[in-house]
């Protein structure tokens, strides 16, 4: 069983979006229940993280690669490497937590000076074992080299 979300490094959180209600209308006012405040959400059935928190949404099947989807994907891992290292309490997101979320998270990884196999095992120690079960997302960050 997996948790909620797990703290991959100080900050930077890994999920899925099936607890990802954030929010709670009691009489007049919001109660925030996610403490999170920049999230990158990779699954189109997610719900909005709602007020007070920046969200990217940027949708895509728990599939293959293709160049088009690395090279967005670029974007994504900048914006969450910006939020993160300003300081910001940052949770990627996808279904369950296990793949796209995983290969997002590994990439900010790399990006802070990780190696490919380091970024995934890392990942598995503080999400699980079954993380990274797609091949293409496995082997893309196993042979991905930190541009440092």
């Given at each position: 069983?997996?948790?909620?979300?797990?703290?991959i490094?100080?900050?930077?959180?890994?999920?899925?979006?099936?607890?990802?209600?954030?929010?709670?209308?009691?009489g007049?006012?919001?109660?925030?229940?996610?403490?999170?405040?920049?999230?990158?959400?990779?699954n189109?059935?997610?719900p909005?993280?709602?007020?007070?928190?920046?969200?990217?949404?940027?949708?895509?099947?728990?599939?293959?690669?293709?160049?088009?989807?690395?090279?967005?994907?670029?974007?994504?891992?900048?914006?969450?490497?910006?939020?993160?290292?300003?300081?910001?309490?940052?949770?990627?997101?996808?279904?369950?937590?296990?793949?796209?979320?995983?290969?997002?998270?590994?990439?900010?990884?790399?990006?802070?000076?990780?190696?490919?196999?380091?970024?995934?095992?890392?990942?598995?120690?503080?999400?699980?074992?079954?993380?990274?079960?797609?091949?293409?997302?496995?082997?893309?960050?196993?042979?991905?080299?930190?541009?440092?």
């Amino acid at each position: 069983m997996y948790e909620e979300n797990s703290e991959i490094l100080p900050g930077l959180w890994q999920g899925g979006s099936e607890y990802s209600i954030d929010e709670e209308i009691m009489g007049n006012r919001v109660v925030i229940k996610k403490p999170f405040a920049s999230v990158v959400t990779l699954n189109e059935d997610a719900p909005k993280m709602g007020l007070y928190v920046k969200e990217l949404r940027f949708e895509f099947p728990d599939g293959p690669l293709n160049d088009y989807l690395l090279e967005q994907l670029g974007g994504v891992v900048n914006w969450a490497n910006r939020e993160w290292k300003s300081g910001s309490r940052t949770l990627i997101r996808c279904q369950m937590g296990l793949n796209r979320s995983s290969l997002v998270t590994g990439l900010v990884l790399i990006n802070n000076g990780y190696s490919g196999t380091q970024a995934v095992d890392w990942i598995r120690a503080k999400r699980g074992p079954s993380t990274l079960q797609n091949a293409a997302y496995l082997n893309y960050l196993l042979n991905t080299v930190a541009k440092n």
